[in-house]
């Protein structure tokens, strides 16, 4: 799940302004972590938004010191699951975690996005039709949709925004399986209920082990419905 050490994109702290951002132009991240010396020293990470928003403002490049626009690094043990590590990283309000080895030493980085893709994956099924949709409605205020069914899409076409809560951090987050991930902390079972902010909740309809593969949206009305 984490990205091994010798594959991490990692910049020094006496990194210039032009190199910082042809670093992230070339690799195409948005978070970058920074380091002392060697990436066994590691300061904490860089956001590409805020080094826009803070290196703007001043126009000197020689006077840019990315120390300066640092976000929080958390650092975690090789042993930790991914629900516990899930839960630290939003109690941290951080995205991006270094697993550091006995020895004190950075053994590997794990981001939000790595998390929530293990819940997600590439979820496909022998009878699905390429074309066919990831989400139908039931009946009234009630959808059966898959975990790789696209958040925006579905905001876009229902006019639901699953994602306008300050406890969900929508930058993370782009699928069904992400958004129940986020909100349970861990993997949920098959069966389970996992209730949203607004009200809704979620329906665990088919899962594993690793990862939810198909779930039921109600949304207030279809529960008091069935109440």
């Not at 978070?31 to 066994?40: F, I, K």
């Amino acid at each position: 799940m984490s990205i091994p050490k010798a594959d991490i994109v990692a910049v020094n702290d006496t990194i210039s302004k032009e190199d910082l951002f042809d670093t992230f132009k070339n690799t195409a991240l948005t978070r970058l972590p920074v380091y002392e010396g060697t990436l066994d020293s590691p300061l904490g990470f860089v956001h590409f938004k805020d080094f826009i928003l803070k290196s703007n403002s001043n126009g000197d490049d020689s006077a840019f010191i990315v120390k300066k626009i640092l976000r929080t690094l958390l650092f975690v043990p090789p042993s930790m699951s991914v629900g516990v590590l899930l839960a630290k990283m939003q109690a941290e309000r951080t995205h991006m975690a270094l697993v550091i080895d006995e020895y004190g030493g950075v053994d590997g980085l794990v981001t939000i996005e790595d998390l929530i893709e293990q819940v997600v994956g590439d979820i496909e099924d022998e009878h699905d039709e390429t074309n066919q949709k990831d989400w139908l409605l039931e009946k009234p205020g009630q959808y059966l949709a898959t975990a790789k069914t696209s958040l925006r899409e579905f905001n876009e076409e229902t006019g639901l925004d699953l994602t306008n809560e300050a406890s969900i951090d929508a930058e993370e987050i782009d699928t069904f399986g992400g958004l129940v991930f986020m909100l349970a902390g861990r993997v949920p079972v098959r069966g389970e209920i996992v209730p949203h902010p607004h009200g809704m909740e979620f329906e665990i309809v088919e899962a594993d082990a690793r990862r939810v593969k198909k779930l039921r949206l109600r949304l207030p009305d279809a529960i008091k419905a069935a109440e």
